[in-house]
């Protein structure tokens, strides 16, 4: 990084990764974060993409 022309930082999207077995929370933590409701428009509240 050059000191007489300072990098300029950008906001940027975080990519996140969340893994774990079927019917854990996944979706539902997912929605409480992004205050969607995305596993109430499911079928039985099962996410399958």
Same mark, same amino acid.
């Given at each position: 990084?050059?000191? @007489?022309?300072? *990098? +300029?930082?950008? %906001?940027?999207?975080?990519? &996140?990764? &969340? %893994?774990?077995? &079927?019917?854990?929370? @996944?979706?539902? %933590? %997912?929605?409480? =974060?992004?205050?969607? !409701? +995305?596993?109430?428009?499911?079928?039985? *509240? =099962? !996410?399958?993409?």
């Amino acid at each position: 990084m050059d000191n @007489k022309h300072p *990098a +300029i930082m950008t %906001l940027r999207t975080p990519i &996140v990764c &969340v %893994l774990g077995h &079927v019917d854990h929370g @996944k979706t539902t %933590l %997912l929605d409480r =974060i992004r205050g969607s !409701t +995305i596993v109430d428009m499911e079928s039985g *509240a =099962i !996410t399958q993409h």
